[in-house]
């Protein structure tokens, strides 16, 4: 069965006790959807027609939003500093308005593009913050264009898979392509990999063999809707013996938040994807996520592998139990008590601007 079939194939669940391979979670399509079973793939003629649109575009961007912060300048009488809370401001968005552009996904670009309604006349110090703001957004739509434009087409699906479907009120029809087996992309002069995908069968020697062949790698970036929990277990063990730190770079759910334990700094920055807890399951007969008992020995070894990693372990199970195999408990950073509780328990060491370890 694929994805486009009954239930759409999300990967996102954790296997049972001694299971050390992969197996994805079907997760019924919500009444009333229907799976976009007829999209055409674009030809690689219309992928290159698309990319210069969008290329096109970011140049508006670029353009409008230097003439917006010559606006703000003249409103305020002076230059207008907007605080580093708004560095990425509405990159997330920005991001799937690309994302959509590039993948055929004209009304969705279209209804999620930032709308952006100024009044550039107004000559007070709040009106010339909120146009230098929109001018700033501008300039990270124009950057966060060129990125998405340089990632190859399993990337831009992954991306889309992971960040933007279930956002923006972007349906699970909006699934594209098949589910895919982790990648690797080095960033950061190769002081940084970029992990996405699936924690599937062999997750954990990838990753090594990866890491091995580039020394200089300081950090793993990850974005993942989750897969097997002993590959997540064995992966994340190495990266601490490792001295690696980990960093969300995409939605990190179910089995990537075992392997984000294993590093040594566990960082999240803005504009903070999530992190997702659900409870462990096998599959059972009719093919739907059955949950292991509370007391199976998967929740035994996660514990213990809490413990190692010097992470609150009650708090990370209670997390996982909150929502059923087919569910996902989501905590985004945005200064609430649960979120917050990322720190409190030391399943994060530090957010970018929000808390750190141990905060009370």
Known sequence: MNRLSAFVITCLHDLGPLLFFATCLFTPIAEGQSVNEGERPLMQHEVSVRERNLT??????????????????????????????????????????ALATLLGKDSIARRIAVDYRLNVELKTIDNAQDVAIAAHSMHVFTEVAREVIAWDKGQREEEWNLGCVGSHQIGTVEFVGQPKPSFFRLRANGTALIVLGDVETGFFHKLKTAVDANPGVQTI?????????????????????????????????SACVLVFLGGVERRINAPYPALGFHQISVLGNAGRPVAVSSTDKAYVDVAAYAIKMGVDALALLRL????????????????????????????VTVVQRGCAAGDR
């Not at 929990?229 to 969300?248: D, I, K, P």
């Not at 996982?320 to 399943?347: T, V």
């Open 56 to 97: 096109e575009l970011a140049a508006e961007y670029k353009a409008k939003s230097e003439r917006l912060h010559k606006v703000a300048t003249n409103l305020a009488g002076g230059f207008v500093h907007i605080g580093t809370a708004y560095s990425v401001v509405d990159s997330e968005r920005h991001q799937c308005h």
């Open 221 to 253: 970036l990850l974005g993942s809707g989750g897969g097997s929990v002993y590959e997540a277990l064995m992966a994340g063990r190495y990266l601490r013996q490792r001295g690696l730190n980990t960093e969300l770079w995409n939605n990190c759910l």
């Open 320 to 347: 996982m139990q909150l929502r059923p195999p087919e569910g996902m408990f989501q905590i985004k950073y945005d200064h609430s008590d649960a979120s917050h509780l990322l720190c409190i328990s030391n399943i």
